[in-house]
């Protein structure tokens, strides 16, 4: 079983950095795609950025391309979101994921593993 917390969030001002970390237990990385998915106020569940290592495929939303930047650490067990660059419209609260599988997935309901949710809240 895969278990996922996340850490990392908070409040920052706009032009700001953050880096929001995942701790996994219970998976490889080789064999998952790890996720990062976002969701504000009222608006639906939607992806930040996926890797699937092994290959090394990557995949980042077009509005955070350039400014995000997903990493990991082997000897920790952590997979990281680096946000530069934040805006307004990037807060939310963030989540990490996992799901076993061969491609990178995009979507939400692809994802068997979920952590708690981090905020992010970015003022102007």
């Known amino acids: 079983q895969v278990q996922l917390v996340e850490s990392g969030g908070g409040l920052v001002q706009a032009g700001g950095s953050l880096r929001l970390a995942c701790a996994v237990s219970g998976g490889t990385f080789s064999a998952y795609v790890m996720g990062w998915f976002r969701q504000a106020p009222g608006k639906e569940r939607d992806i930040v950025a996926a890797k699937k290592w092994s290959p090394g495929i990557t995949y980042y939303r077009d509005s955070v391309k350039g400014r995000f930047t997903i990493s990991r650490d082997n000897a920790k067990n952590t997979v990281y979101l680096q946000m530069n660059s934040l805006n307004p419209e990037d807060t939310a609260v963030y989540y990490c994921?996992?799901?076993?599988?061969?491609?990178?997935?995009?979507?939400?309901?692809?994802?068997?593993?979920w952590g708690q949710g981090t905020q992010v809240t970015v003022s102007s």
């Open positions: 994921a996992a799901v076993n599988s061969p491609v990178v997935r995009t979507r939400d309901y692809d994802y068997d593993y």
